[in-house]
């Protein structure tokens, strides 16, 4: 094992937004809250009784995966190595539709995250929640927490009102480059769109497969709208977006630019090659083929030791016994993505001795 090993993906759980995070909300809201009984804002994409949502292993009894400060601790540094961790809080203030009332719960979330958890142990850090709905109140919340070097990115929502490349979210990678913050892309949907191209699906299963398409098309919207002409340090990290089909996409990107790129002139480069100096992803899940020949040569195709980040996805349920290193991966891999290449992902990362 690694000596710094930093898990770049874990899910800190709000246990309820009149019990959680009444405290944290200023007096307007705290009246909305009691007065029109707003409590349990789970998004969809992950309910907590969903197996997915948490492992048999890592439930607590009358609680959700993920809310106990304590049992996250025996979890994801004790029982899964990791020496720092960075908390990604899935909640649904980033689907609220109001964008007030958004910007209210994303602060609570944020401000609930530091006194309650990075406070209580040194080697947690977090993303800033944002209220995508509205960019310039996401940028007033990345600017009120700038100055807390303990979060270390921004989290969003895959599947958003609006494609990420679109230029009035602009002003959040200003901000985010401004303060070496990586942008950090989720999967979930705030639910204003059907999750798949062409309609809802019958069954949750098909809505977490087809996850993956939505941070493609993020991807390529990020790339052809010119964001990182525009923001040249701005790095994105995919986050449970799986990895293994990186190759065809990158493959296929860099075709269809070389037939239409008179379309788009801003973007000088191949795709994959865009991609590979600003796009990072985590490693649960991996949905790797089951030989180590496979796995090498999608690793090869990928074309990039620096893309990949370990994390746990803890409590999520990606893997079974106590090993969140994907199989078969290169030991070179294994020790990049552990240390070196979060580091490089996230400067603010400020580790403990």
């Not at 992950?46 to 048999?56: E, I, T, V």
């Not at 991996?286 to 990039?304: E, M, R, Y």
């Not at 199989?327 to 400020?350: D, Y």
Request: with cysteine; proline share 8%; aromatic share 12%.
């Amino acid at each position: 094992m690694a000596a710094t090993r930093i898990d770049c993906d874990i899910h800190p759980a709000v246990g309820g937004t009149r019990t959680t995070l009444l405290p944290y909300l200023d007096d307007h809201w705290k009246e909305q809250v009691v007065s029109r009984a707003i409590d349990g804002l789970d998004l969809t994409s992950y309910p907590p009784n969903m197996p997915l949502s948490g492992r048999p292993d890592w439930r607590r009894e009358g609680g959700k995966p993920g809310s106990d400060l304590s049992m996250v601790q025996r979890g994801a540094f004790d029982q899964l190595g990791a020496s720092h961790a960075i908390c990604n809080v899935l909640y649904g203030a980033q689907a609220v539709y109001d964008p007030y009332m958004a910007a209210a719960f994303c602060k609570a979330i944020n401000d609930w995250i530091a006194a309650e958890w990075l406070s209580r142990d040194a080697r947690l850090r977090a993303s800033i929640v944002v209220p995508m709905q509205a960019p310039e109140l996401a940028v007033e919340e990345i600017e009120r927490r700038a100055g807390d070097t303990r979060f270390v990115s921004i989290l969003v929502l895959a599947m958003g009102e609006t494609l990420l490349g679109r230029h009035h979210y602009w002003p959040v990678y200003k901000a985010a480059e401004k303060y070496k913050l990586p942008l950090a892309i989720h999967a979930g949907s705030q639910y204003r769109f059907a999750p798949s191209s062409i309609g809802w699906p019958s069954y949750r299963y098909e809505y977490y497969f087809v996850e993956a398409q939505a941070l493609q098309a993020q991807v390529l919207s990020l790339i052809y709208e010119g964001v990182f002409g525009k923001f040249p340090g701005l790095k994105v990290v995919l986050m449970e977006s799986g990895v293994t089909w990186l190759p065809a996409f990158m493959w296929r990107a860099n075709k269809t630019w070389r037939g239409v790129r008179v379309e788009v002139p801003w973007v000088e480069r191949e795709p994959a090659s865009i991609i590979r100096d600003h796009v990072r992803v985590t490693m649960q899940p991996f949905d790797a083929p089951a030989d180590a020949t496979g796995v090498a040569d999608i690793i090869d195709q990928i074309g990039s030791d620096k893309m990949f980040l370990f994390a746990s996805d803890y409590p999520h349920w990606q893997f079974d016994g106590d090993d969140p290193i994907p199989p078969n991966l290169p030991a070179h891999i294994v020790s990049k993505m552990c240390a070196e290449n979060p580091l490089e992902t996230f400067p603010r990362l400020q580790l403990a001795a």
